[in-house]
């Protein structure tokens, strides 16, 4: 549990020790959640910071303060329409204008108001397959798509994989860049009490159902 998260987190001392010289060390942005709350922890030049997380969400810099406090900026977007407050005649013109001003750029503080935004008003069904589906789709809303953000010498930046797992059920379920179907690895199907580790190799290759 979360709780039990921050206490140990509470004794923690991280270095900057490299692993080895080939992994030097990262600047990471860590989310712990439960099912009930969720907390964002992150090495800062002053000490390991841990703060409440009450949306749910983490995106790499700036740190996770000033993702909060710019989200102040957005607090009036709505997935209603808005309300016209001028005292002239002024009509919608299209749907989803309640979200006007919502970021559409591909930096780390769009990614986070706009997951955010998704997040905390995307509804979803009661089963499992609908719950799996609504999460993809709103990590859709972040995704990185090649070609859109160099990085220099014909790299860019893309949405490797995304994945989420059901911690009850333990399934662990991903899809990849190149193939948009969602893959599920079941953990009780492995001897958990084994000592050899177990390695799936990801579908990555495309797979598209034919329905003729």
Not at 72 to 94: A, C, D, F, H, V
Not at 122 to 144: K, R, T
Request: include cysteine; charged fraction near 20%.
């Amino acid at each position: 549990p979360v709780r039990e998260a921050r206490e140990l987190l509470s004794r923690i001392n991280l270095t900057d020790e490299a692993y080895s010289s080939q992994l030097p060390p990262a600047q990471l942005h860590w989310i712990i959640a439960d099912r009930d709350e969720a907390i964002t922890v992150e090495s800062m030049r002053g000490g390991l910071k841990i703060f409440d997380n009450p949306v749910g969400v983490l995106t790499n810099n700036p740190p996770f303060d000033q993702q909060m406090l710019a989200l102040s900026n957005y607090m009036s977007l709505s997935p209603k329409q808005p309300e016209n407050r001028w005292g002239i005649p002024l009509e919608t013109y299209s749907r989803g204008m309640g979200a006007m001003g919502l970021p559409g750029d591909l930096s780390s503080q769009s990614r986070f108001v706009r997951a955010a935004f998704v997040k905390l008003n995307s509804l979803s069904g009661d089963s499992e397959e609908e719950s799996v589906s609504q999460f993809f789709h709103i990590l859709g809303s972040v995704e990185q798509q090649r070609g859109c953000c160099k990085l220099g010498e014909g790299r860019y930046e893309i949405t490797l994989y995304t994945s989420c797992c059901n911690t009850a059920r333990g399934i662990y379920y991903y899809s990849t860049y190149d193939n948009r179907q969602i893959t599920g690895v079941d953990m009780h199907r492995e001897n958990l009490d084994g000592t050899e580790l177990v390695i799936y190799d990801p579908v990555v290759r495309q797979q598209i159902l034919m329905q003729n």
